[in-house]
């Protein structure tokens, strides 16, 4: 699987020795990439906070659609939103991060428990086909052409309807730049790691200087990352200012066009709230809009050194690159994102986010949860959504067929 690298840095972490170091690697600030600033008053925090922020869904939804979630432990199901309809989807598994959309958003990459093939079908679960015989994974790297990981962690392109393969050396490499040849490195360094963007096209050619961004440590919840959907931004979390009343350092999120600039400091969150913790371990968590102008995310406030323990509750934030400021969304927080919070997934148009939430004191479990990102009230549109693989995940928001 593509994610053998993040099952191992987990896997460093777990003993208390490894927290200490990744503790203190975050207090000394080491291999902090330079970061210049977005510019004054960059990353401003909004409050959206509406009088009435959470409502039951009226009879006819704003925005349409499909989603795709768990509402059982054995299968992917469907939630048709005009329809106000869910039904399972048989021959296949709740898959986390595995099913991957299609840049038009109607189509999703899919494991085959029937066939032990990856496969692709619409978002209703109709027009299946097969992409790949073995694979680990398989992700869209431009509308026709697909990125597709071995179990051995080797990588390659190849259209979606060719045979022809195009290797790729991502030895180290957890994740690629869409449409484009650049590729997050985590390697090792002392007793810790560090992360890289790093030039795939140049790397290992014979009297080639291998080209690379530093983007600093590799640190246990302060690692959240992404590409946009274009591929033209890569945004990632790093330790910021220092909170004097925690002794840690703040997390922000940084962004880096490969090729074109330095790394830029997008938010400041410290200054806001004291010592944050942007999302949870997993690596590629921040989420990007469809038109990469904006990224959602949750906000953590630390009450102590320990990231994993030492937490306030979790709050929804996005942040507009182009009106360069951060809107906090005040009427939904959860104290349920140890070690993940819920993974939050645009609606088509970008008007919603969607997630698995629990609403304190009452007795309807995990709610399916809809955002509206510009009035900030949040509408229960189902119950019963299944934590399958240990947290009540949306898998995908897309269109239905033509």
């Not at 330790?239 to 938010?267: C, K, N």
Request: hydrophobic letters at 35%; proline letters at 8%.
């Amino acid at each position: 699987m593509k994610h053998s690298v993040t099952r191992w840095l987990a896997a460093w972490s777990r003993p208390a020795s490894r927290w200490f170091f990744g503790l203190l690697v975050l207090l000394l600030g080491l291999w902090l990439a330079p970061a210049e600033t977005s510019g004054e008053g960059a990353g401003m925090v909004v409050d959206i906070c509406p009088a009435a922020a959470l409502q039951t869904r009226p009879s006819i939804f704003q925005t349409g659609g499909i989603i795709l979630t768990t509402f059982d432990r054995d299968s992917l199901w469907v939630y048709d939103i005009d329809r106000k309809r869910r039904y399972p989807l048989p021959e296949t598994a709740p898959c986390g991060q595995n099913c991957h959309l299609s840049p038009d958003f109607r189509w999703i990459t899919y494991f085959n428990n029937a066939t032990n093939t990856y496969n692709k079908m619409r978002l209703d679960g109709t027009e299946r086909s097969m992409l790949v015989e073995y694979a680990g994974d398989v992700e869209w790297w431009s509308p026709d052409t697909l990125l597709i990981w071995t179990p051995g962690h080797s990588a390659y392109l190849r259209e979606e309807n060719g045979t022809q393969r195009d290797y790729l050396p991502v030895n180290g490499v957890i994740s690629v730049q869409p449409g484009g040849f650049w590729g997050l490195a985590v390697e090792p360094i002392d007793n810790g790691f560090k992360r890289a963007l790093i030039n795939l096209r140049q790397r290992g050619l014979p009297d080639t200087p291998e080209q690379r961004i530093e983007l600093g440590p590799e640190i246990p919840y302060f690692s959240a990352s992404s590409w946009s959907p274009d591929g033209r931004w890569f945004a990632y979390v790093a330790p910021g200012a220092f909170d004097d009343t925690v002794l840690m350092h703040g997390s922000e999120i940084y962004g880096v066009r490969p090729g074109e600039t330095a790394p830029m400091q997008w938010t400041r969150l410290t200054e806001r709230y004291g010592a944050t913790r942007i999302n949870g371990r997993s690596v590629g968590s921040l989420s990007w809009s469809p038109d990469g102008t904006r990224i959602a995310f949750w906000v953590t406030e630390l009450t102590g050194r320990n990231p994993a323990t030492d937490t306030g509750d979790a709050v929804i934030h996005i942040y507009d690159l182009n009106q360069q400021e951060v809107r906090r969304y005040c009427g939904y927080s959860t104290i349920e994102h140890t070690p993940e919070p819920p993974r939050l997934v645009w609606s088509p148009d970008g008007t919603h986010l969607a997630f698995g939430g629990n609403i304190p004191d009452d007795d309807l479990g995990y709610l399916l949860l809809a955002l509206n990102v510009e009035t900030g009230v949040f509408t229960i549109l189902s119950d019963g959504i299944y934590p399958a693989l240990g947290t009540a995940d949306v898998i995908a928001w897309g269109l239905p067929p033509r």
